[in-house]
Each structure stands twice: as structure tokens, then as C-alpha cells.
């Protein structure tokens, strides 16, 4: 199998659709059944029940206070909806669907022992894949809201789903480029996945209300802390790409700790993911206290020195709070003034 071991180059031959990725870190659940869509569409974040055959899109499984769970990569091909999740999420997300599967009309099945994803750039493995899930995440999906800027940097990845057996094939004709690749694409694109999450994580913190929540679809586990940060509050974290000092040294881990330079005693978040981008150079997601200043010079704590670092936003520090409360009138005691 060719492979493509410089980092760099990897990223380039993977955006000029000459080389794939064996997403490992992805794994496949399939729900059939004439009740599939209705049925998802009331245990998820997003409007699943109007899916098209072939459509996309992302949903989110929320815990009853608004905390995410698990991040669902979801297409219909007509007959099956394919759900693409990470790979250490499986066991405990199957077991929580078959709880929920009541009188509904639908069958679950683990598709890991038949299945494997391989990630593609803009355009799908056409005649391969048994599915083929397009994210979406340069445009605002239908009843999203986006508290970021749209991102400027390229984004275009494709999970395909395919055989163990076409995999073998695949690797016999494709340049094939690692894990890596995506990370520092998808951190430059301003794209949060599951890697971002523990167990505060709010969908507001990671913008992931502009693909994984529809604003106003029916109730599901977790609605009311999502409306309520959004109209109501702001979250307590943000999500930032930090930009790093590569001058010698090494690129941080994840799990790193980060303060600002002023106060480098006062931990203000923690490093979620790290790549070397091509053009960008050392770059790395944190997730952070919404009042961090956004001017102020970080560090990023690891086990060598401290590394410098600088903020790009990704969620601004005023998120949330979208609708104007009106005050209440005084209470004038029978007079005016």
C-alpha cells in the first residue's frame, strides 16, 4: 500500500483528491425499519424525521442537562439510515438505542464487524461505497446557527463506508495518507468533532448548533438547556484555535493545559487537538473559559517548556443570549413621572 508519510504532503494529496484516509477512529451503526427516521428524529438534536435518500447531516445526543454525549454522523440511502460515530462510542450509544427501541419499528445493527470508514476529499467513492456521508460544515445548516464566522479555509470531507474486502482493493490503487492529515485540515476549518468533548461539553461551546442542532424541531433529551443557553445565556467555555510557536519546539499533546502569559498559574482550558498544517504551520484546538480576553498571549503547558500561543477565534465570548429580554416595566405606585 503507498503511503504518505510526510504530514505536509499528505494534506495536499488528500485536498487534491489523490489520497484517502482509513478513518479508524470512525465506526458504523445501521437503523432499518419504516420507523427509522421518526424514531431517531425524537432522540436527537437535529430534524431527521424529513431526511431525503442520500441526504446528510449531524446530530447530537444529549444528556437531560444539554451535555453532548455522543456526535452522530447520519445519511438515508431510502432503506437504512447509516450512522457514523467514534469508534469508542459504540458500545455504550448501541446499548442506549435498544433501550429506547420500545414499540418502535426499527432494527439496530453493529456494523463493525462488516464495515470500515475511509475519509475522501469533496468528492465520494462512487461504485465502492455502501454509503457515503458529505459534511456540510461550510454552510449553516437549515434551523442551525452559526456563533463563529464561517470558515474561510478549505472543508470538503467525505466518510465513506465500505467493505473490509474493498478496502483491501482501495489500498492496492490509493496513495494513503494518516489521521493527522485530517486534524490539522479540519482545526484550520474551525471543525469540532467528538475529539473536543468531555463530559461539560454544551453544543453552543463547540458551534456545533451550525450542523448537529435544529432550533426548532420537536422536544428530545437536553432541548430545554439548549434553548435556554441560546436565548437566555452564554456558555461557560469556548472553543479558539491557537496558533504556535514552532520555533523549536515540539507540538503539545492532547490534554495540555493553557493559561494566559499574564497569569500562567491560572489554568484557563485544555488542548483537544494538534496538527502541522501546511500553510498555517503548528496549530491546535483548546477549549477555554468564555471570559479568557481574546487578545491576550497564551501558554500552552506540557511536559517540556511552556509554548507560546495566540488566539484565533472560533466562538465568540458573547455567544448565546439571542433574544433581547424586554425589561419590566417599574411598578410607578398610582403616579407617573
Not at 432499518?32 to 424525521?49: P, V
Not at 493545559?257 to 488542548?271: H, L, N
Not at 483548546?286 to 479568557?292: D, P, Q
Not at 487578545?295 to 439571542?322: F, N
Request: hydrophobic share 45%; aromatic share 4%.
Amino acid at each position: 500500500m503507498p503511503q504518505i508519510i510526510n504530514p505536509l504532503l499528505a494534506q495536499r494529496q488528500l485536498i487534491d483528491s489523490k489520497a484517502l484516509v482509513h478513518a479508524s477512529n470512525y465506526s458504523v451503526i445501521t437503523v432499518s425499519g419504516a420507523d427509522r427516521l421518526t424514531w431517531l428524529h425524537s432522540l436527537l438534536s437535529q430534524n431527521i424525521k424529513n431526511l431525503t435518500p442520500g441526504q446528510s447531516t449531524q446530530a447530537l445526543l444529549l444528556d437531560p442537562n444539554g451535555h453532548v454525549e455522543q456526535v452522530v454522523n447520519l445519511i438515508d440511502d431510502g432503506a437504512i439510515c447509516w450512522l457514523i460515530v467514534e469508534a469508542d462510542a459504540v458500545d455504550s450509544f448501541l446499548a442506549w438505542l435498544r433501550k429506547m427501541v420500545f414499540r418502535m419499528q426499527v432494527v439496530i445493527d453493529d456494523r463493525r464487524a462488516d464495515t470500515v470508514v475511509v475519509a475522501s476529499w469533496a468528492e465520494p467513492l462512487g461504485g465502492i461505497a455502501l454509503a457515503s456521508w458529505v459534511d456540510g460544515w461550510s454552510q449553516t445548516a437549515a434551523g442551525g446557527y452559526r456563533y463563529g464566522a464561517a470558515p474561510t479555509e478549505p472543508w470538503a470531507l467525505v466518510l465513506n463506508v465500505v467493505s473490509p474486502a474493498d478496502l483491501d482493493t482501495l489500498k492496492d490503487s490509493h496513495d494513503w495518507a494518516g489521521i493527522d492529515a485530517i486534524d490539522a485540515l479540519r482545526i484550520a476549518a474551525h471543525r469540532p468533532t467528538a475529539a473536543e468533548l468531555d463530559e461539560k461539553s454544551l453544543p453552543h461551546e463547540l458551534d456545533l448548533l451550525a450542523s448537529a442542532v435544529h432550533l426548532s424541531k420537536g422536544c428530545y433529551r437536553g432541548q430545554e438547556t439548549v434553548a435556554k443557553v441560546h436565548n437566555l445565556g452564554h456558555p461557560p467555555r469556548r472553543l479558539v484555535l491557537l496558533h504556535l510557536d514552532g520555533s523549536g519546539h515540539l507540538l503539545p499533546r492532547v490534554g495540555d493545559e493553557v493559561a494566559t502569559v499574564a497569569e500562567p498559574d491560572k489554568i484557563r482550558g485544555k488542548v483537544t487537538a494538534v496538527g502541522q498544517h501546511h500553510e498555517m504551520g503548528p496549530i491546535a484546538f483548546a477549549v477555554v473559559g468564555r471570559n479568557t480576553p481574546i487578545d491576550a498571549p497564551l501558554l500552552v503547558l506540557g511536559e517540556s517548556e511552556p509554548i507560546d500561543a495566540s488566539q484565533e477565534v472560533v466562538v465568540p465570548q458573547d455567544a448565546g443570549k439571542t433574544v433581547d429580554v424586554p425589561k419590566l416595566p417599574r411598578l410607578l405606585m398610582g403616579g407617573n413621572k
